[in-house]
């Protein structure tokens, strides 16, 4: 099985350690491919980031579908993946959707701490779409740019784990997710801070979409995703 | 007051008769301005097509804003609108938008007539995320592309009433929204043969615009949307 | 086109003021007639008070409508306004509901201010009928009767102040609403002094109408506005 | 116990057979008082006819509260219920809510059997301003206005029944509720002819207010219910 | 009328004064019996709790079901209910159901104060299920068990008002449910301190199953309740 | 890693083939062990059944939990599954709600095909307290028991895509879940006949508590689960 992880920002240079840390999650017989794309953000913390990265993720998938069996777009904003369930019949994972969705089987309710002011109502939104607002307790911005994250890691850890203590003891969450793909490195130290579960979304979208390419499963193609007609398409 | 509309599609040719219907709809003191964006979908279908619009839409925002009032994208997706309302501190309205909210003064439930099968899932995501979907009756397509909308309009006009004749009797619907922008020049045909009202959304889009410049009120900065950093796009 | 907004309470003495308020806010071609009820509530603060203001109301719709192309009733509670879409097919609008979808394109959520401790409450139903509580953050009351709000200006703009500022930073308001229309003379006075966008009532309901009736939509009659039989009514 | 039965419309000559219906539900220290508003509406269909109701109903409330312990609106509108819980604190319960309470302990979902086409738009918003609107399977009229259902009690009994049946069969009802309780003597021959509990409204209020009552329960007066000012009512 | 308080905890002694406290709440026809399950847990605090008791209320039902009109399970938990339904076509009531459907025709929004620390979440499923998680203002636990509640009934009283009053100024609550059958003694206590109704659990159940029966109304067995087949049972 | 599968009937002699498949789903690092419970319903299919599974499930949890990394409780109903995760920190999984989960990255929108009349009901209430219900799209019982379903295999198949077809056409459907793991060895015929997916809950749910090990994510207990005292059964 193989598996292609997008990171749909430019700066987005794949390190060993992001290599072992997916091929790390994955069973014997499944390979994780890594790729970034070429054009758009630097990091995605807008809609206007989004529909930047948008195009650039959408070439990948048309460009390396074929090869793989799943995809997942990394970044909890999950961008283009409903476009990209269009684009392709290959499984396509969001890590927030995929987070979401484990998050419902750890506790009664899901609090997500994420960077910036805008996520509270970006959450909630995604959690609307995704149908499971009823288990969203709160969502939190640390107030902390994506590239700064990890500038200071104590600081940043630190901001996380009183922004997810808020979380617990005041809107009631069982379970903390990380809003953001770029806390990866951080979830161990978050982690051990909190008595609750905390999900990083980027190890729950590849395990996800391992888990579904195992059983077989494929979103629907024909009424909510249709095929696109890419040759509609001018000038890009 | 000046109004941009923004036509999100490359063979947006704007006629004479596209400015006569905006320039006709706004009061004398009011100027619509007709551009289209030079790269992109020939038409807006699925979440790809929006993906492909986007960026093209929020570099016409850019370039244009400064001089006008308000912002109009024209097309049922409401493609970039997030975004734009991003980028820049004018009135961005959304035709889908716009028609939902003025059909919540017009009768208890209204439904959408559009083009494709993914209709269904899509309006209801968009009354989702617009917080009014409990006011839907239902979201019919009718299977004519939007490029072959016009090649019989006696034909799709008949398969739109056709529709709105069902949402009508077995939905409950009490108001029928066009559910794409380029069933404008239909709309007058369609609502004799209906015994409801019938809202256009472009007309919806540009009036509502005009209205939100004429009470000074502008979308808030700060929290759902926050100012985007062009700087960090690479490459686009 | 000519507005009739009534004026639901007997000491409602339509000013000048009024006048030149309500005929400044529409365009050259129209024309706005105010009229206030004979008999009724000097204020209208609970449903008790919308009881007796009604019948009047529905009087002044029957012996009116005829000559305009659209009715406004100006209070809040929206008083009547769905038996008068029964009396009557001109456009009716009520400043609450106005209020409320004009703020669905200004930010996530909004918080109505209103004046006694059934806010909370009342907003809340309203927002439920409507169909857009999901977007309503909060509603506040801050404790001066309706016929107070002008005993002292500044006492009553502070009070409004403090009451939104707590909305958008403990509730998450990006949009505030004016909860009552004599408030309408202080909304510049607060608008001076928050940094989200402030919806006067009263003049989104006219600015409503007048677009409505711009665009020939009128609400539907035969669902859930059946045409009344005044008939039936005896002795009153 | 006493408790004041209100008929909101003006030819509701309480017959002899009304007595011994509402005076055998209850029990043996319960005593049942009817009387029948002056002016108003002949039935109750629209929300017109409901504003021509409330202040003769309110009339009522104010001169007959002091000397019993529960009042009972006895139309399904449950027309000026909210203003009478304002302006007494005697118990006050309207048929509609009523029947709705209980039908949660019967079964999964209910429907509502009622007289005009606005049945379903209205229905649907008392369950939704009651808050069990999920429990709602459906709301049907059976076009038969409400001084016209015992012309025919056969016609009008098939009626009922036939829409029933297509609750049952097609919107999943296990519960029926009488939408009228002009229904109130047909309710027997309904029951006889179908298969899941049937609710007749006026009954259920009835009992509910002596249930209440007898549990020492009134509703809460401070915050939705503010006590009214009636002095601030002028001419009527 | 007979109606059976089934006690689901084995430690469950009802003394005279429960007797008594049944007897006198119900009409000089109806009587109330009261039976302990023999095994299972000495109180109801967890699912694990509800899991052992369950059975044992089954076989109450099954053996005591024929001589009886309604059953009612006096835990507020609900345990069984539903499935008692299934078992008998007696009515059959639950504490929580009840007290939660009595709650709607007195305030807006009504709290449940219990137990332990699992009483937020319990609730608000409980609430959901039931359809009115929307009147719900919010649920809290005072950290006394059941079992230690009458250890030091001031002590327990004072800590139901603390919660309570919070509840009240602010969640908005305007009714108080005691949220376990245990806190029936210490009912009128609360009450004294409180300003808003307060509802005991196990009085609401008792009154409304006899109201139930007094108007002829089972629930629907068919859909929702399938009659169970005891012979599937092996071993039990 | 161990994951312990409880087959909660009394008749649930685990065949090889159940060995084969269930150990065939999962990783070469994990063992799949099989147990059934010694008393109790031969199937389940009420609360009644559920009811008389539940406390064995625990003796199970109990008496195993020690040596396993998981727990799945193999019936669509998700028996115990709340009162296990109390009873145990290891991952525990239900197939349902493991299953509508997994539909939650396929499709807008899953029906549950399952075997009787409640079914509607039943899934209906999973889905509201699992808090995906805006993603169910129907509910329909095959009217074949559980312990019939393979008396003629064919004609279970047919059923089963005949209900499939109905909720794809008329429900909007995208994803089907086969709503008994009874269904697991038919699952393969029915994804030949249907063209969306098909979930087979057993599958999903092994698959997803290997997941859920393999991240180290276990559920919270301290809120909504809190630790049992078994200590405080008696005579169980």
Redo the contacts between chains.
């Keep these: 099985m193989r598996i292609l992880v997008i990171e749909p920002v430019?700066n987005g240079h794949w390190t060993e350690e992001d290599e072992l840390y997916f091929q790390g999650?994955v069973?014997?017989g499944t390979e994780v491919e890594l790729v970034s794309i070429?054009?758009?953000?630097?990091?995605i913390?807008?809609?206007?980031?989004?529909?930047?990265a948008?195009?650039e993720?959408?070439r990948t998938v048309r460009e390396r579908a074929v090869g793989v069996d799943a995809i997942v777009v990394n970044c909890f904003a999950d961008p283009?993946v409903?476009?990209a369930r269009?684009?392709t019949d290959k499984v396509v994972?969001g890590p927030a959707?995929?987070a979401m969705?484990?998050a419902?089987?750890?506790?009664?309710?899901f609090s997500v701490i994420s960077v910036?002011?805008?996520t509270?109502?970006?959450v909630?939104?995604q959690a609307?779409?995704?149908?499971?607002?009823?288990?969203l307790a709160s969502a939190i911005g640390i107030e902390i740019p994506v590239l700064e994250l990890e500038n200071s890691p104590d600081r940043t850890v630190a901001a996380i784990v009183a922004a997810a203590q808020e979380a617990i003891a005041r809107h009631?969450a069982?379970?903390i997710i990380l809003g953001c793909t770029g806390m990866a490195a951080l979830a161990s130290a978050v982690r051990e801070r909190l008595?609750?579960?905390v999900?990083?979304p980027a190890?729950?979208a590849v395990?996800?979409a391992e888990?579904?390419v195992?059983?077989g499963?494929?979103?629907?193609r024909?009424?909510?995703?249709?095929p696109?007609s890419?040759d509609?398409?001018?000038?890009?």
């Design positions: 430019v999650l069973g014997p070429a054009r758009g953000p630097r990091s913390e807008t809609y206007y980031d989004v529909a930047y948008a195009p993720i959408l283009a409903d476009a269009e684009a994972v959707e995929a969705s484990l419902l089987h750890l506790g009664r309710k910036l002011a805008n509270a109502s970006w909630e939104i609307l779409k995704f149908g499971v607002e009823r288990r009631g069982e379970v008595s609750v579960p999900i990083e190890a729950a395990k996800l888990l579904l195992s059983l499963l494929r979103h629907h024909g009424r909510t995703y249709l696109p890419p509609k398409i001018r000038g890009c």
